[in-house]
């Protein structure tokens, strides 16, 4: 148990809805980032927050959107959803900034499939 | 961030070890080399980091080349268990993102 926590586990929705994944950080990690994982694409980095504000951007459509509340849990808007979508996402949460080394926690992911 | 170079996939009987290689030649002096695991779907799991000296956890030892362009992690006794993808990711680290490759897919044998 790495300390992280998603919900929902599964999620299952039609193309063009909008859906809300959550995740909850380890206690004391102020950096909350998202991944994507798709069959075809691997895992690729979506967005980063520290301490409620947005820190770095990766590959994130402009149909998602995240963000980060002062209790430091993270919440991952997807919208306009498409066959394309589904996919495994996952949170990950890691101490913070600083220049040093802090490795991620990944959480159990939540798996969405868009019909 | 520097990109790596893993094999895609690598055999191992169960409790011997398992030495996966890494290739980070393009790394630079701050950059770490990271290792995580991902078994099935589950979320992907950190093993173990260094940055130039070797280092060893209750997981598995980490082995940096002196010129730090490659790196090998070391699962010592593997076990059914350790059957997963292994990510081996350089990044300069503090609260960096992290940039997976397709990884090397380690199965152990009985």
């Known amino acids: 148990d790495s300390g992280v926590t998603q919900t929902p586990k599964h999620l299952i929705t039609a193309t063009g809805q909008r859906v809300t994944l959550r995740c909850s950080p380890r206690?004391?990690?102020?950096?909350v980032y998202w991944y994507q994982q798709s069959l075809d694409q691997g895992l690729q980095f979506l967005i980063q927050y520290y301490n409620g504000e947005e820190r770095a951007k990766g590959n994130i459509l402009e149909r998602f959107s995240a963000q980060q509340f002062p209790d430091l849990h993270s919440e991952l808007n997807l919208s306009s959803l498409e066959l394309g979508d589904s996919a495994l996402y996952f949170c990950?949460?890691?101490?913070?900034?600083?220049?040093?080394?802090?490795?991620?926690?990944f959480g159990p992911g939540t798996r969405l499939t868009v019909t | 961030d520097a990109k790596t170079t893993q094999p895609p996939s690598m055999d191992c009987a169960e409790g011997r070890a398992a030495n996966l290689p890494c290739n980070h030649s393009t790394i630079s002096g701050n950059e770490y080399v990271y290792w995580y695991r991902q078994i099935h779907s589950q979320g992907p799991q950190y093993i173990i980091h260094?940055?130039?000296n070797n280092e060893t956890n209750e997981m598995a030892s980490l082995i940096i080349t002196e010129d730090r362009k490659s790196s090998t992690l070391i699962l010592p006794h593997a076990t059914l268990r350790d059957t997963a993808v292994y990510y081996c990711?350089?990044?300069?680290?503090?609260?960096?993102?992290?940039?997976f490759g397709q990884g090397t897919r380690l199965t152990i044998n009985p």
């Open positions: 260094g940055l130039k």
């Open positions: 206690s004391g990690d102020l950096s």
């Open positions: 990950a949460s890691s101490i913070g900034l600083a220049d040093s080394s802090y490795e991620q926690y």
């Open positions: 990711i350089v990044s300069k680290g503090g609260a960096q993102k992290l940039v």
